[in-house]
């Protein structure tokens, strides 16, 4: 059974840093690209960050670009979003979503992902 599990969400004053966490298991790690997306009150849910199969590639949203990093480690099947100089429009909630399949001009697309975490709500506000 496909697991992906979030953590580390919260509430950080703009500028401020964040770590998420996205702990996985039923499938092999390895194998598979992982994605962040977020979704604000009454927007559609974007692509974030995405990582491919073993870290070859990394692909971030022109948003997020040079403040947030995308990492895996491969031994804890776990993904991480490092999230910094943190604005108030980066207020959404979280997901982590995976795939075995992925065109690379396609990462930030929802639905060429299979599985979907819970997602976890982030507060950026002074």
């Known amino acids: 059974q496909v697991q992906l599990v979030e953590s580390g969400g919260g509430a950080v004053q703009p500028g401020r840093s964040l770590r998420l966490s996205c702990a996985t298991s039923g499938f092999t790690f390895d194998y598979y690209h992982i994605a962040w997306f977020r979704q604000a009150p009454g927007k559609e849910r974007e692509g974030v960050a995405c990582t491919t199969t073993a870290g070859l590639a990394t692909y971030y949203a022109d948003s997020v670009k040079g403040r947030f990093t995308i990492s895996r480690d491969n031994a804890k099947n776990t993904v991480y979003l490092q999230m910094s100089a943190m604005k108030p429009e980066d207020t959404a909630v979280y997901f982590c979503?995976?795939?075995?399949?992925?065109?690379?001009?396609?990462?930030?697309?929802?639905?060429?992902?299979?599985?979907w975490g819970q997602g976890i709500q982030v507060t950026v506000s002074s």
């Open positions: 979503a995976t795939t075995a399949y992925l065109w690379a001009d396609k990462w930030h697309v929802a639905d060429e992902y299979t599985y």
